[in-house]
């Protein structure tokens, strides 16, 4: 019984070698680092409702990364706008897209500016009438 229960054990350990091994033949290091600028997914971020999900960039304009944690994890500069919307500034390396320039030379006319920003304001005003 006991020599049954060694090579079960035994088999266990191989059969996790194994499985470690295969997941980690497409592993890749993540080749971001702190001052890099990257896009943020917008996978997680909930919209308001008058906004249609279908338009919604999959990418929102480009951040400063400020801290590394080491885990894939990162220390984004956001602006006061998302603060404002209750969003975390720490986000995983799977929610980040590396910023490349754009050639001039074959996107002409772009800027940031362009890009849609995400509306909203930490300013109210109040309605005195409706014309």
């Not at 409702?49 to 999959?58: A, D, F, G």
């Not at 990364?65 to 006061?80: A, C, K, P, Q, V």
Request: proline letters at 4%; one cysteine or more; hydrophobic letters at 40%.
């Amino acid at each position: 019984m006991k020599l049954a229960l060694m090579m079960a054990h035994d088999v266990l350990l191989a059969t996790r070698v194994k499985q470690t091994i295969q997941a980690n033949k497409k592993r890749q290091m993540c080749p971001l680092e702190k001052g890099d600028l990257v896009y943020i997914s917008t996978r997680n971020i909930s919209y308001p409702k008058r906004m249609s999900w279908k338009l919604i960039p999959k990418f929102i304009v480009p951040y400063r990364i400020t801290e590394d944690f080491g885990n894939n994890s990162y220390r984004i500069d956001l602006l006061d706008n998302l603060k404002w919307w209750g969003i975390h500034n720490i986000f995983h390396s799977s929610l980040l897209r590396i910023h490349i320039l754009s050639d001039d030379r074959l996107f002409p006319g772009r800027r940031d500016n362009q890009l849609e920003d995400l509306g909203g304001t930490n300013c109210e005003w109040a309605v005195d009438k409706i014309l």
